[in-house]
């Protein structure tokens, strides 16, 4: 994995374990690696993990249990407002660019409109 | 008879390779980052150098024996004239000798490299050697003053030569220890490793 | 918990060049630190001081609350212990060697980081190309079980592959209490690997911050945060 080295390291592992999570690589339920071992497969520090996991177990996206290590959780709820904010939060990053071009709301809409018709047609085509 | 100037010359090629080795010791980081004090280190370093001398004769006059067995007989023969004390601070003599020489030269290297500390970096080459020099120099007027004054004071009553050379057994221990203990105080407040410059 | 290394007012001159002046730094448990400064900063300087091959006359450096220089190397793992071995041993002497002299290091330990890192155990240490030495430096220095380790610019002149392997085996046997104190002229390679970064300039410690602090709060990444200390005086 690639990191900004402007934004902490810390954050950028809570996207990546969202990331997951949202693509099912990481199921509901299913165990998180080893601290360790995260820690390793992504080259950065242990108590950089420790953070992110203990920030993930506070927001409960994982479920620590004694002695068995963090999982996943399986309350429908925050699974879904995982994926609603993580959608909602680069909608809001592209809303913050569009606005800064003058671009109004409904203007907004269409060329969001017109872009993703155009995709699927190169996609199909 | 050839095996035993062999030896000698093999014991004196030895002690200058000991001499090497022990100096070495005392400024690479290898040695001096052991968890150790400078005293046990010193210690350590010295002793290691004693026991390989001592080895290494024993090895010597093994192997006098064995590759001419009647002329090393005769050998011991010739010196057959003195008593069992004799023989046993002669033979102390032989081995401890070399450690009082080492420890000498450290104390010579030892405050060279203490004083080359306080002298700037690019005229290092000539400073040690002028060190050198002058340290030698000075501790051999000190060493001949030490020497004078322990004469008159314990041989000068009763100057028998078995007196004095019993004296100059206990007189070579005592210097090995003085020096040592300054060598071990020069190691623990002054003397640094010097890593090799990459 | 009290600090694993504390620094009090250290002073440092040789061949009558003053190298560190009043110095003073705090480093906790259980962390990895950037130690960054140009060349010829004081960096090796420091560790060597910390580490013990230089004397600190006025026990200015304590760890572990300890001053005295022989307690202090055996909480020390410093780079610079590995070499200077007489003739040309092989890496499972070297390994023997240091098993033999420190009570801390760990021969099966010593023996993971050498698989790791893809090391043979009956190679030379003269026919070890310099990469391969730097690995061979680290498996020593992380094969004991101690406080706090010094390693001296452990990327200088290797290539992303072994300095990827190093970066791992910093992680995989960094004991979770023990500190490392890293030092780097090239702050890139090891950025995300660090809690926090020290920078020596003008013999002292310049500054001494948090990296989330540094991404977060100043939002710069680290090199350009270390860069701007020398900028500053342009």
Redesign the interface.
């Known amino acids: 994995m690639k990191f900004d080295d402007k934004i902490p390291i810390y954050y950028q592992i809570k996207q990546y374990i969202y990331k997951e999570i949202i693509i099912n690589h990481l199921t509901p339920g299913s165990k998180v690696p080893a601290v360790r071992q995260l820690a390793l497969d992504l080259a950065v520090n242990v108590n950089t993990v420790q953070r992110s996991l203990r920030e993930l177990i506070s927001e409960g996206v994982l479920e620590s249990q004694r002695g068995k290590g963090n999982f996943v959780t399986t309350n429908p709820e925050i699974l879904n407002n995982l994926r609603k904010n993580i959608v909602e939060e680069q909608l809001s990053l592209m809303y913050d660019h569009l606005a800064s071009l003058q671009l109004t709301p409904d203007e907004m809409i269409q060329a969001l409109t017109e872009y993703v018709n155009k995709r699927k047609e190169t996609h199909h085509g | 008879m050839f095996s035993f100037s062999f030896g000698v010359l093999a014991s004196l090629v030895l002690a200058v390779i000991l001499a090497v080795?022990q100096e070495r010791v005392w400024t690479?980081?290898?040695y001096?980052?052991?968890?150790?004090?400078?005293t046990?280190l010193y210690i350590g370093n010295v002793l290691t150098n004693f026991f390989s001398w001592i080895y290494f004769e024993i090895l010597v006059v093994l192997l006098a024996f064995i590759m001419g067995p009647t002329s090393f007989v005769k050998i011991l023969q010739t010196m057959n004239n003195g008593s069992f004390l004799e023989y046993a601070v002669g033979a102390g003599i032989i081995l401890i000798f070399p450690t009082f020489i080492w420890c000498s030269v450290s104390l010579v290297h030892l405050l060279t490299n203490t004083f080359?500390?306080?002298?700037?970096?690019n005229i290092?080459r000539i400073s040690r050697v002028v060190l050198i020099i002058v340290l030698v120099y000075g501790l051999g007027k000190i060493s001949n003053l030490a020497t004078n004054s322990f004469t008159m004071i314990f041989a000068s009553s009763q100057a028998t030569s078995d007196a004095s050379f019993y004296l100059s057994f206990i007189y070579l221990i005592l210097t090995t220890i003085v020096v040592s203990i300054i060598n071990i105080y020069l190691l623990k407040?002054?003397v640094?490793?010097t890593?090799?410059t990459a | 918990m009290a600090n694993l290394l504390t620094i009090n007012h250290l002073s440092y001159s040789?061949?009558?060049?003053l190298i560190l002046k009043d110095l003073n730094l705090e480093l906790p448990y259980g962390q990895i630190v950037g130690l960054l400064g140009t060349n010829g900063a004081g960096k090796t300087t420091l560790m060597?001081l910390i580490?013990?091959?230089?004397?600190d006359?006025k026990n200015s450096i304590s760890i572990n609350t300890e001053t005295n220089s022989?307690?202090r190397?055996?909480l020390v793992s410093?780079t610079?212990?590995?070499?200077?071995?007489?003739g040309h041993p092989r890496i499972f002497k070297i390994g023997n060697f240091y098993d033999a002299?420190?009570?801390d290091f760990n021969l099966t330990t010593f023996n993971q980081l050498l698989s790791n890192l893809n090391l043979s155990p009956d190679q030379r240490v003269n026919q070890l190309s310099k990469g391969n030495f730097r690995k061979l430096v680290i498996a020593v220095t992380l094969a004991r079980q101690t406080d706090l380790y010094l390693l001296d610019e452990p990327f200088d002149g290797i290539d992303s592959m072994t300095r990827k392997k190093i970066i791992s085996s910093i992680i995989q046997w960094k004991p979770e209490n023990a500190t490392v104190l890293v030092s780097d002229h090239h702050v890139g390679d090891i950025a995300n690997l660090l809690d926090q970064v020290v920078i020596i300039k003008d013999q002292h410690v310049a500054a001494q911050e948090a990296a989330d602090t540094i991404r977060e709060t100043l939002g710069k990444d680290i090199e350009t945060y270390y860069e701007d200390f020398y900028r500053e005086e342009l």
């Not at chain 2, 001096?32 to 400078?38: A, D, G, N, Q, T």
């Not at chain 3, 580490?51 to 004397?55: F, K, L």
Request: aromatic share 12%.
């Open positions: 080795k690479a980081p290898l001096r980052l052991l968890p150790l004090s400078e046990k080359s500390d306080f002298l700037p970096i290092q407040n002054w640094q490793a890593p090799k | 040789r061949n009558l060049q060597r580490a013990g091959n230089y004397i006359r022989a307690v190397k055996s410093f610079e212990q590995v070499g200077g071995w007489s002299l420190y009570e």
